[in-house]
Nanobody, 121 residues
């Protein structure tokens, strides 16, 4: 079982910036990906950005050039720096970690509780 604790959400004006952080603890495996997803009211949860342990990043087209994902493997943390925020970025942001369990040969998904990001003037 992996526990994920998020922080850093809040209210920001359009064009502003926020930084989200997520710390993982518990049963962690060496092969893993960490990232962020979001869910706006009435919409499905969607990928924002992910980053492998080896440093490969993946971004949703809507956030490319505005958001930057980073992680600290030693601390098991992942951050999301969000710049040039738009009202359409308003959503609950969820931290995700996907670990590969070699003993059972399965990928295990863990989710944080979510943090609200509201972009409004």
């Amino acid at each position: 079982q992996v526990q994920l604790v998020e922080s850093g959400g809040g209210l920001v004006q359009p064009g502003g910036s926020l930084r989200l952080s997520c710390a993982a603890s518990g049963r962690i495996f060496s092969s893993n990906t960490m990232g962020w997803y979001r869910q706006a009211p009435g919409k499905e949860r969607e990928l924002v950005a992910t980053m492998t342990r080896g440093g490969i990043r993946n971004y949703a087209d809507l956030v490319k050039g505005r958001f930057t994902i980073s992680r600290d493997n030693a601390k098991n943390t992942v951050d999301l720096q969000m710049n040039s925020l738009k009202p359409e970025d308003t959503a609950v942001y969820y931290c995700n970690r996907r670990d590969f369990d070699p003993s059972s040969v399965v990928w295990l998904d863990s989710w944080g509780q979510g943090t609200q990001v509201t972009v409004s003037s």
